[in-house]
């Protein structure tokens, strides 16, 4: 298995424009999360998706942050307008929950946003 | 208070010696517990699973104390390779998402 892959690995862009970070999850996985990683937080969970559907996203920061899975083998996230601010790396997982046993995740190699 | 509490480190120590980590955590219902490894600039990646009873693999040791909410990592004979920061994570029964710690930092020298 290839594990969760995302990309880019790096992106830099101007504050203003639009940004999207791509997730492909491990195959048979039924939850997708997105988490955010900046020196001062931490790894903040953004949103997750069970079997394709968005299940809580409360820690989505703000309007301008939405995420999308169209599909069991892809998921997006994307930031409009990206505000320096914004600037951290962005990991997606992908976990298998079973008899509400909980196998831990497994992470992407995450995309480094950088926003000036 | 935050769901999970850890020292930042970080720890310097060198090769060979015996460090211990320690993590507390807030949410009585907490039910799964693990430690997860990430190596600078690199995902995080999950070490071992914490059980009621403790749990060893190899040079590592996980226990959990339900009573003070309260789990540790014990690393024996240090390598250089045992760098990295040291995620402490919960999660509830029946609940599909992960509380991290913000994580301590291991630097072992030579």
């Known amino acids: 298995d290839a594990g969760v892959i995302q990309s880019p690995r790096h992106e830099v862009t101007e504050m203003g424009q639009e940004v999207t970070l791509r997730c492909k999850p491990i195959?048979?996985?039924?939850?997708l999360f997105w988490y955010r990683q900046t020196m001062m937080r931490g790894l903040e969970l953004l949103i997750y998706f069970n079997n394709n559907v968005p299940i809580d996203d409360s820690g989505m920061p703000e309007d301008r942050f939405s995420a999308k899975m169209p599909n069991a083998s892809f998921s997006t996230l994307k930031i409009q307008p990206s505000e320096p601010r914004d600037s951290a790396v962005y990991f997606c997982?992908?976990?298998?929950?079973?008899?509400?046993?909980?196998?831990?995740?497994?992470f992407g190699s995450g995309t480094r946003l950088t926003v000036v | 208070r935050k769901e999970v509490e850890q020292d930042p480190g970080p720890f310097n120590v060198p090769e060979g010696a015996t460090v211990a980590f320690n993590c507390t955590y807030s949410?009585?219902?907490?039910?799964?517990f693990f430690w997860y490894r990430q190596d600078c600039r690199k995902e995080p990646k999950l070490l071992m699973s914490v059980y009621s009873s403790g749990n060893e693999d190899g040079r590592f040791t996980a226990q959990l104390n339900r009573a003070s909410q309260y789990i540790s990592l014990l690393i024996r004979d240090s390598k250089l390779s045992d760098s990295a920061t040291y995620l402490c994570?919960?999660?509830?029964?029946?609940?599909?998402?992960?509380?991290f710690g913000k994580g301590t930092m291991l630097l072992v020298s030579p």
């Open positions: 195959s048979g996985h039924d939850y």
């Open positions: 997982a992908s976990s298998l929950v079973s008899g509400g046993q909980n196998y831990g995740y497994t």
């Open positions: 949410n009585s219902a907490s039910q799964s």
């Open positions: 994570v919960v999660t509830r029964s029946g609940y599909s998402t992960l509380t």
